[in-house]
């Protein structure tokens, strides 16, 4: 599926009906991105799992590259925890703690676009330069919010001083990823939530 100049896609009649047919067109490109890559995904395999022609599918995505990065916006979506509302009642031991379920939750509930990324930055050069940045943004946000949290913990008493609050962060961050890992190739033999949280509870506040 070459690049292609085109107008920009316009929206057919019915706004609700057009959103709904976006929405299957990027379901259904997902799933191929994430089967057979970027460079080998095209139009006609699109069109053929969709039940479409190919001219559909330029009514709502006028490129190849537009459609891919509009997978990634969906999919990336999730990745945003809005915590903010949710932890403002909480003091900093229980909403690192609720940091953590949400991350474990997170990666028990959206493993197959967890997959999709990894398979992208894996096998495609393309895709890594669009991906990397955003994931990285997240991975930031997601640390600095665990760092600020760690330090007044430690202020207040709550949690541990025997790391900085950087490193206690980092060393969270990278058990975390260890069990995304392998939660991707065992399943649910991979994640056991109450255990999870009952080590890292235990390491960070010595309960």
Not at 20 to 31: G, K, Q, S, T, V
Not at 93 to 107: C, T, W
Not at 108 to 134: M, P, W, Y
Request: net charge negative; aromatic share 12%.
């Amino acid at each position: 599926m070459k690049s292609i100049t085109a107008k920009k896609p316009r929206k057919p009649a019915g706004e609700a009906l057009w959103a709904i047919r976006r929405e299957e067109i990027l379901d259904a490109a997902a799933r191929l991105f994430a089967r057979h890559g970027y460079p080998e995904t095209d139009t006609q395999l699109l069109a053929d799992e969709l039940g479409v022609g190919k001219g559909t599918l330029y009514r709502y995505f006028a490129s190849k590259e537009e459609l891919f990065f509009a997978v990634l916006a969906m999919l990336l979506q999730p990745y945003v925890i809005d915590f903010a509302e949710e932890a403002g009642a909480l003091d900093e031991k229980a909403q690192i703690l609720k940091l953590i379920e949400s991350y474990l939750l997170f990666v028990r509930d959206n493993a197959n676009s967890i997959r999709f990324f990894v398979a992208q930055l894996l096998h495609d050069e393309k895709a890594s330069d669009g991906l990397t940045g955003q994931v990285l943004a997240l991975y930031e946000g997601y640390r600095s919010l665990l760092t600020g949290l760690i330090t007044q913990a430690q202020e207040k008493g709550f949690c541990t001083r025997h790391f900085s609050p950087e490193l206690a962060a980092g060393f969270l961050l990278s058990t975390l990823n260890g069990m995304l890992i392998g939660y991707l190739f065992l399943g649910n033999q991979g994640l056991d939530l109450e255990g999870a949280i009952g080590m890292l509870r235990q390491w960070l506040f010595n309960d």
